[in-house]
């Protein structure tokens, strides 16, 4: 399934709790907010450049976007209709919080075009949710992922992995809880813990330790792997890469390339296991087949993966294949 999106960001208008570790400005670089007109210019502009407009959504992102004053809602919605429908745009796609849904608010977002919602479940943990001052629970989220559902809407759920008062084992449930609600996407958001948000000080007063990196990587090629398999697509692993956070960032699990990390540790935990059950005494060469579209990710990283299973006395070589489906592989005798 392809996806893009033409982003509009609306920072932190409307939200009506300021969580653990927000910082919509510094996490988006949006530092102003877009009127009616600024997303009219960037679907003109989006129109002349986007290749293929029938596979793009407009995307407003960034805020609690059912949450933010209606005026201003009717707004942003009255100039993204105009570019939707034949040889324009697919639809329209905002995020918001699983408390500010209801069937009124559906209704309307129907109205002007909306296809698809993202919620931001960030845990399905309730004592994680308060301490990191969601101001939701995971009812809310189940409640309104079956009410987005029953309208007709693509569903997205967004996570948050590495919170604070949530093990990686929570995280997994977390995952595993997302996953019956059986979305149509999901984004995995490792934290990252950004200056001047409570978060912040937590971690700095020592009152919060991240997990180490190496082990986040780990839990997150867990997760995709989860979701993929029950045939839920990741548009999103790690944030975007950015300046802004990049300068404001004391700790957590930014990389620009972190999708990447996890997608190779999937591929060398997927090789490793099948070496092992199919060639238990291989020692050598041998020759391992995955998605040519995957070639890359298998590799590793600075060949990372090939190194690895080099220290462990096997010489792999990755090749392309269009018949493997993506994160298995399949060795060639």
Known sequence: ????????????????????????????????????????????????????????????????????????????????KEYVGEGRFRGIRCSTRPDCINAEVLDLLKVFGVTA??????????????????????????????????????????????????????DMETARKIADLAPDTVRIYPVVVLRGTRLGQLYLSGEYSPAPFDEMVE??????????????MVIKCGLHASEFVEQDMVAGYYHPAFRELCEAAIYRSNILHTIEKEL????????????????????????????????RGLDV?????????????KLRR
């Open 117 to 170: 919602i993202e919620l931001g479940a960030q845990s399905m943990k309730d004592e994680v949710l308060a301490a990191n001052e969601r101001g939701h629970t995971a009812q809310d989220v189940v409640n309104a992922s079956r009410l987005i559902k029953e309208y007709g809407f693509e569903l997205g759920l967004q996570m948050m992995t590495g919170l604070y008062k949530s093990s990686l084992a929570d």
């Open 1 to 80: 399934m392809k996806h893009s999106n033409i982003s509009v960001f609306v920072p932190h208008v409307g939200c009506p709790h300021k969580c653990s570790f927000c910082d919509q400005r510094t996490i988006s670089g949006a530092q102003s907010l877009p009127r009616g007109r600024d997303v009219m210019e960037v679907c003109e502009q989006a129109l002349r450049e986007v290749s293929s407009p029938q596979d793009t959504e407009i995307a407003f992102f960034g805020g609690s976007f059912t949450a933010i004053p209606r005026d201003y809602m009717l707004e942003l919605l009255e100039a993204a």
């Open 219 to 232: 839990v997150c090629a867990d997760i995709m792997k989860l979701f993929t398999e029950r045939g839920i």
């Open 317 to 329: 070589t990755i090749v392309g294949s269009e018949t493997v489906p993506i994160y298995e592989c």
């Open 280 to 311: 238990p005494d291989c020692r050598g060469s041998v020759t391992a087949e995955v998605s040519s579209r995957c070639i890359s990710k298998a590799v590793g990283q600075k060949r990372a993966n090939i190194e690895f299973f080099r220290e």
